[in-house]
T-cell receptor, first 116, second 114 residues
């Protein structure tokens, strides 16, 4: 149980284009999902908290117009990197919070974004 | 401010030897504590968690961790390491008072030598 998927697992795009990453909780409902960014050889940095049916909450320094988050259902959150640039290249990981038991975040497998 | 410290960036142990990965935290609330493992290019897998109760918690893959409130520590242990345990390990802390957001340590890379 508690499986989270991400799609795509990797994506290469041209500078200036937009990329959408999906995060799904497969066997539980997640009213809250989190989006993280991980640079090579570094830890995870929280970008934003995604709440079903409401606006996302962004961490300080994260551009909300750059990283659009939509959490339209209890099992799906999407992160759209708009007008991507090479500095947006990174590993993006989502997590979903399972509220059926003690609050625990379960992580997706990550999405490797490379912007050329 | 909340912070998590994993003092060891790299650790190398021989296969079959015991392992202890250190984690210290500074938190202004009653913490929830987690250990996750990440293989290269992969997401994070939950090894174990502590919310309350018995301070020694058992996890998957033979791992355990002990919460010591007096030392603000949550060290991860395994009595006998296997080559497949080579990965990066992250300690994380959260609290309901902070919206259950997780603060991660910098990670410890475990290398296992045969």
């Amino acid at each position: 149980g508690a499986v989270v998927s991400q799609h795509p697992s990797w994506v290469i795009c041209k500078s200036g284009t937009s990329v959408k990453i999906e995060c799904r909780s497969l066997d539980f409902q997640a009213t809250t999902m989190f989006w993280y960014r991980q640079f090579p050889k570094q830890s995870l940095m929280l970008m934003a908290t995604s709440n079903e049916g409401s606006k996302a909450t962004y961490e300080q320094g994260v551009e909300k117009d750059k990283f659009l988050i939509n959490h339209a259902s209890l099992t799906l959150s999407t992160l759209t990197v708009t007008s991507a640039h090479p500095e947006d290249s990174s590993f993006y990981i989502c997590s979903a919070r399972d509220r059926t038991g003690p609050d625990t975040q379960y992580f997706g497998p990550g999405t490797r974004l490379t912007v050329l | 401010a909340q912070s998590v410290t994993q003092p060891d960036i790299h650790i190398t142990v021989s296969e079959g030897a015991s392992l202890e990965l250190r984690c210290n935290y500074s938190y202004g609330a009653t913490p929830y504590l987690f250990w996750y493992v990440q293989s290269p290019g992969q997401g994070l897998q939950l090894l174990l968690k502590y919310f309350s109760g018995d301070t020694l918690v058992q996890g998957i893959k033979g791992f355990e961790a002990e919460f010591k409130r007096s030392q603000s520590s949550f060290n991860l242990r395994k009595p006998s390491v296997h080559w497949s345990d080579a990965a990066e390990y992250f300690c994380a802390v959260g609290a309901r008072e902070y919206g259950n957001k997780l603060v991660f340590g910098a990670g410890t890379i475990l290398r296992v030598k045969s």
